[in-house]
């Protein structure tokens, strides 16, 4: 049976107080099209007020430290964005690993953190373009995956997304049988690493979604949903997204 779609909308560091009511308009979205899952991740200065205007809807955080507490200038631990609101966070997505040089080893201790606390956590993993160029891609990919999976992993918490660095802001999307290929091979990986629960575990593609491709990209195998950035960012940009997921 195929998985139940999950949409995100990872905000990045975009969002003033302004910006809630699109949150609650995407809430609205999300309601209509019950038979999506949705989430928006906004800054985390934006997730204890989003939380609280839209209570059903999920608020997830971008990142948390994999320490629960301690001498961590500037971080936050998973109990700290959870007391904020927020359901789950995106770990180790591209930009984390390039600006502040995240390792594997690190997001799997930043996904464990999470689930000590209860909360989901969406892990991210993408090849850059030289790394595609030089055919290297399903080896990146699944060398990060198996690197930053975390002990304990189950399909009820853990959702993985595949983000190609080069597609992500840039309005280039992959061919749909580079995707295909890329979330089957995820898909091998996730089997050898959690055995049968692992066709459960959602497989998100991310980089460049947007209204007019995410029926496309959405229909392909295993690809259990999307992780937008700039599309994400409006109700009126976000909403045919989620509508392209429920027609699916
Ligand atoms: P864009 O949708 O802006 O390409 O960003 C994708 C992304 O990085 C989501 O995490």
Known sequence: MANRKYIVGNWKMNGLR?????????????????????????PVTLIAQAAGNVPGFTIGAQDCHFAAKGAHTGCLSAAMIREAGAKMSILGHSERRADQHEVDSEIKAKAEAIHTAGLGAIICVGETEEERDAGKAVDVVCGQLEGSFPDNAAATWLTIAYEPVWAIGTGRVPEASDVEEMHAAIRGKLVELTGEGADAVRILYGGSMNGGNAAELLSVPNVDGGLVGGAS????????????????
């Open 18 to 42: 302004e910006q809630l009511s699109d949150i609650v308009e995407i809430a609205a979205i999300a309601e209509q099209n019950s038979q999506v899952d949705v989430a928006i991740c906004p």
């Open 233 to 248: 960012l409006t109700a009126e940009k976000f909403g045919p997204i989620i509508k392209a997921a429920a027609a699916i």
